[in-house]
């Protein structure tokens, strides 16, 4: 199972740049966006500032899978981690 890398250029601390992520990423980065009322941009902003030395695309993708991590391991405390 492939997904296509989508490129998009956006803009951080005043520059532009690109970013190539697959589009699952993209849509999880939007997710976020929207659950925490910001611009995917100001988002990736966020992501760029914190992630040292790390590629900013493979940055996204690992705050992307954590923030789903802790959202299951959230859910699965509510339900006592009954399936």
């Known amino acids: 199972?492939?997904?296509?890398?989508?490129k998009r250029s956006v803009s951080i601390a005043g520059h532009r740049t690109s970013i190539?992520?697959?589009?699952p990423f993209w849509e999880g980065l939007r997710e976020i966006a929207?659950?925490?009322?910001?611009?995917?941009?100001s988002l990736i902003?966020?992501?760029d500032a914190e992630r040292g030395e790390q590629n900013?695309?493979?940055?996204?993708?690992?705050f992307v899978l954590n923030d789903l991590r802790n959202r299951l391991e959230a859910a699965d405390q509510r339900t006592g981690g009954a399936p």
């Open 1 to 6: 199972m492939g997904f296509a890398v989508l």
């Open 20 to 23: 190539s992520l697959e589009e």
């Open 34 to 41: 929207e659950r925490e009322n910001r611009s995917v941009q």
């Open 45 to 47: 902003g966020r992501i």
């Open 56 to 62: 900013l695309s493979s940055a996204i993708r690992v």
